[in-house]
């Protein structure tokens, strides 16, 4: 049987018993799941490793777990990769994080753009969505939400970053009207950020904002797809293309 996963903010390591405080982690292990005393259960703290633990004893507001075995995480993602998405609507967004944290990326960006109707997100619902993702995915890290950035400010912010960093960003921009990507085009191993466009993709302007700061404009297809569908596909390729 497969055994309910959850992640915590505290730090694990060594430990034999764990002491669970997290409201939501004991709401859902009493209430959602009605879990007992003695049953297995998996808990993991983004360092890519789980620990199946067995309940030891239920307290007021707290439960004891006594770990039993300590294991790699199913999946880590191999390599860094930061995705800038434009903003859309609520629920395709939402739709969006959980997807992209089920296929590793590291941290998600939502970006302002010329073409996006909707300009702020819930930071706590995307926070949720994104460990229920890494949970339910088996994934051993959880990737971080920033704030939103206009797409102009990321760049000054990246470019800066790469100034200053020992290991620099590879930086990947895709739109429909563009030379099409290879492999050739993610080079080695280091960090990848990958801006995907809103509904109708990146303006004008924000192409040339591309080109003037050296970034290169790829396409995956003359398909013209879904801003949802075309972040699911350029990350499949970036992630898992051979």
């Not at 088996?138 to 400010?153: C, D, M, N, Q, T």
Request: glycine share 6%; charged share 30%; proline share 3%.
């Amino acid at each position: 049987m497969r055994l309910h996963r959850f992640y915590i903010l505290e730090t694990i390591g060594s430990k034999n018993v764990i002491i669970l405080d997290s409201v939501d982690v004991v709401h859902q292990i009493r209430k959602v799941f009605r879990l007992k005393k003695g049953n297995l259960l998996i808990i993991f703290d983004g360092s890519g490793s789980d620990y199946t633990c067995g309940i030891e004893d239920f307290r007021d507001e707290t439960i004891v777990l006594g770990v039993r075995e300590v294991s790699k995480s199913r999946f880590m993602p191999e390599r860094d990769v930061y995705l800038y998405a434009a903003l859309v609507k609520k629920d395709t967004f939402e739709w969006i994080v959980e997807k992209a944290t089920e296929l590793g990326v590291t941290k998600i960006i939502p970006i302002l753009a010329e073409r996006t109707e909707k300009k702020a997100v819930n930071e706590e619902r995307l926070k949720k969505i994104v460990i229920e993702a890494s949970e339910q995915s088996g994934r051993g890290s959880v990737p971080e939400i920033a704030a939103v950035i206009s797409l102009k400010e990321a760049v000054v912010e990246l470019q800066a970053k790469n100034e200053s960093l020992d290991t620099r960003v590879r930086m990947l921009s895709f739109h429909t009207d563009a030379e099409l990507f290879t492999r050739v085009d993610l080079g080695e191993v280091e960090p990848l950020a990958c801006f995907i466009g809103p509904e109708g993709g990146w303006s004008p302007d924000e192409i040339d904002l591309f080109h003037k700061n050296k970034i290169p404009v790829k396409s995956i297809g003359d398909q013209v797809l879904r801003a949802e569908t075309a972040v699911v596909a350029t990350l499949s390729l970036v992630m898992f293309g051979k």
